[in-house]
Every structure is written in C-alpha cells, then in structure tokens.
C-alpha cells in the first residue's frame, strides 16, 4: 500500500466508524456522554410566573403616570410573598405587597418595582416612575417551554445539560456507550518504568502516556501491556485486544525485518485501509477494520504515537461515542520561529500559544528546539500542533500559520473588566 495523503488518510478514518449502540444510565453518571435521544419538556420550567427581583408586586395601571415631580403611592399590604408554595394573595388597585427573587406572581400583579426604586413610608410605598406590563416578571415556561426539545439528541453532556435533565424530570438518560480501547506496546527493547536500563532499551513511555490521554477524555481502558517481537505473543495480545471496541499499538508498523504487525494483523482477521500516510512525524501509522471495531497501529517513537493519537484515533473515537465535533478546533496565528525543513509531506509541529505584546494577536513558539520523533519533552505543555503543508519550504516569524488546538491556552490572568 502507498501512504495516503493526509486528509484522505483522515477521511477514510471517520468515514470507517460510526456511533457504538445506545445505552441507559444513570443521569449522575452520565457527564461527558452524549444524548442518544431527544428530551421533551413534561413541564414549563419555571412551572409559573415569578419575580425576578426582590421589589414590590404592583398594578402597573397604578403608576402609570409617576415621576419625580408626582410620584405615586399605593398602600403596602401586610404579608410579604416569599420564595415557595404561592400563598392564596392578591394585589387590588392602589395596593402593593413586598415580594421576593422567585417568588409567585400574586394575583392582579403585572410588574414588580425592585426595593431600590421605591421608598417605604410607613403603610404606604412611594413610586417615582412608571412600570411597565410584564417588567421584573419571569414568564412561565421563560426557560423551557412545556412540550419543547429541552435537550436534542447528540448533545455532549456536561453540567448544564445534566441539570437541564434534572428539570425535565429525568433519572436515568439514554446516551452512547462509551468505548473501550485497548492499548498495546509492542517490541523487545521495550521495559517497564523499574527495570534496570541498559544501552538499547527504551522505556514504555507509550502506553501509559496514551492511556492517560485516553482517561483524559473519559474513555474506558484496557492495558495489555508489552508485546515482543515474536508472532505468538503479538497475535495473543492482539486478539485480547480485538475485545474491545479500539485497538491501539505503538511499534513494529515500519518495514523492519523485525516489524511483524502488518501480517500479524492480517493473520488476527484484521482488514487494513491504509498503510502509511505521507504525514511527518507518523508516517508508517496502519489502519484496520475487524468485526467488531477498529485498530490504529501508530508508530513506536512516542512523539509519532501522540501526534497519531490527535490526527486519527481522537477524531474516530469522537465519531464512535456520538460527538457532533470530531477534529480539534483550528486557528491561525503568527510564528515566533523559522524553521526550514524538507517538503513532501505535512508537518506538525508541538508548540504553545502565547499573546503578542505588540498587538494582541496569538503567537506560536516551539516547546522544544529538539523536534525529532523520539523527544517525547517535546509533547510536555503543548497546547497545539502547527501544521506545516507538504510543500512549504519553511516557516518565517511573523508569518501566518495553521495551528490545531489540542487544548485550548490557558490564561496567567483576568483582563476582563
């Protein structure tokens, strides 16, 4: 197979998975899923119309005509309307009753003047200003109306949308089921974080900064630990993470004479789309179909894997869980480096954001002069990838480029004002 372009790589990608079945849970347990059903209002929320100050309950025919120079005054009727069940109280002409944030509109009452706008004289209030029909007053059903789509099917759940649940009377929500990824190291210079080292063995960085990206975004995981370059530990392994709905290996995918995966997945019924991608760092990365899910083999340098991760597993594993939005979000800013470099494929460079003194305006500057597929530093506190096209020369500072957020920056202070 010749390596895909980038974008065909991705296309094949998405378009080769869809939406894991539909499952109920509890509403509390349901955050960060995504709605598999439309939720209809069974009520107005308010249920009635409410103050929306603390003020004075008024006819507004009352002051029609108040101001400063002839302000009126109405009666103040004894018992306050509190926040609660509506008490059985009205509100006659000339009259007005004190009446609280949320609390039930008396009858008769069209408007509510808020405290600081009037003035207590005794038994009596007076008012320097008109009220209008309906002003201060929360409509019933003003949030969401009885019989309306409070929540449309697709809706990623985060704490508003649970509560908006929780007005809509629900306990439990159908959404879809979140999928189960198996991650895989592969190789046999590969030990664990305890092992003694020696010269030509590398750490497994993989798995568990790929597993921690995948907790990260609340997926359930499965780790299946190292797999050396041996046919029947790598096709074991395999099939036990074939039980999953994704697999994902680091290693063995180039064309090595010890790089086995290739036919290890064909032997474990693994169908591959695609064989490499003209994309750098990552190009040797495979992707396949099995029956019941999918596999990505990334590259084993762990740099290659992470870029691997955000280009194509992130986005099919959005796709797979019901998210509308599959692919990071894109924005151009300014370089704050050169950077030469050699064409023929797209680029991704690990870099953070920060603000131009000058004007404002974003500025990407590497995480690391030191690029290369295996410095995983690289990846520490980068907030995007700067994406380089495949026949770009270099990159100048000051010149525009493309940046994919893998986060979005965050800020060292609070200029609102």
Same mark, same amino acid.
């Given at each position: 197979?010749?390596?895909?372009? *980038?974008?065909?790589?991705? &296309? ?39 103050? %929306? ?13 108040? &101001? ?5 005054? *109405? ?41 600081? #706008?009037?003035?207590?004289? @005794? ?29 449309? #099917? ?12 929780? !007005? ?58 190292? %797999?050396?370059?041996?046919?029947? =530990? ?12 994704? /697999?994902?290996?680091? @290693? ?18 693994? #169908? ?5 991608? +003209? ?14 899910? $999918?596999?990505?083999? /990334? ?45 023929? +494929? ?23 002069? +030191?690029?290369? &597929? ?5 990846? $520490? ?9 495949? =026949? ?9 480029? !493309? ?15």
């Amino acid at each position: 197979m010749k390596p895909l372009p *980038l974008k065909e790589a991705v &296309s094949t990608v998405v378009d080769s998975v869809a939406p894991l079945a539909a499952v109920s849970v509890p509403r509390d347990e349901a955050l960060g899923m995504v709605l598999a059903e439309d939720i209809i209002a069974p009520e107005n929320v308010p249920i009635s119309e409410n103050s %929306a100050m603390d003020g004075f309950a008024v006819r507004s025919s009352d002051l029609r005509n108040a &101001s400063v120079d002839s302000p009126r005054e *109405l009666d103040l009727l004894p018992e306050m309307i509190a926040a609660g069940p509506a008490p059985n109280l009205a509100i006659g002409a000339g009259t007005t009753r004190r009446i609280m944030t949320g609390a039930v509109i008396p009858s008769g009452c069209d408007a509510v003047v808020p405290v600081e #706008k009037a003035e207590v004289l @005794g038994d009596t209030v007076r008012f320097t200003a008109p009220a209008a029909p309906g002003e201060h007053i929360r409509p019933a059903g003003g949030d969401i109306e009885e019989g309306s789509v409070a929540l449309e #099917k697709g809706t990623l759940l985060d704490p508003a949308s649970i509560g908006v649940a929780v !007005l809509c009377k629900r306990t439990r929500l159908s959404v879809v089921r979140r999928p189960r990824v198996a991650v895989l190291t592969t190789g046999d210079e590969v030990i664990g974080a305890e092992e003694p080292m020696e010269a030509g063995l590398v750490r497994n960085s993989n798995s568990p900064a790929l597993i921690a990206r995948l907790r990260e975004e609340g997926y359930e995981t499965v780790d299946l630990g190292v %797999a050396r370059d041996e046919t029947r =530990d790598l096709l074991e392994k395999i099939t036990r993470g074939m039980e999953s709905d994704v /697999l994902i290996t680091t @290693g063995g995918v180039s064309k090595g004479e010890r790089d086995y995966l290739r036919e290890v997945f064909e032997s474990a019924g693994i #169908k591959l789309k695609f064989a490499g991608v +003209r994309v750098k760092p990552g190009k040797p990365i495979v992707f396949g179909l099995f029956s019941e899910g $999918v596999v990505f083999g /990334l590259p084993g340098n762990p740099v290659s894997a992470l870029t691997g991760y955000e280009l194509f597993v992130r986005p099919a594993l959005r796709k797979i869980s019901g998210h509308r939005c599959l692919f990071p979000r894109q924005i151009v800013v300014r370089s704050g480096f050169d950077f030469p470099r050699k064409t023929g +494929r797209s680029e991704f460079l690990r870099v953070r954001l920060r603000g131009s003194e000058e004007d404002g305006s974003w500025v990407a500057e590497l995480t690391s002069p +030191r690029q290369g &597929s295996q410095v995983l530093s690289s990846f $520490v506190g980068a907030e995007a990838l700067l994406y380089i096209e495949p =026949d770009k020369k270099e990159i100048r500072a000051g010149e525009e480029v !493309l940046c994919l957020l893998i986060r979005d920056p965050g800020a060292t202070d609070f200029s609102l004002s």
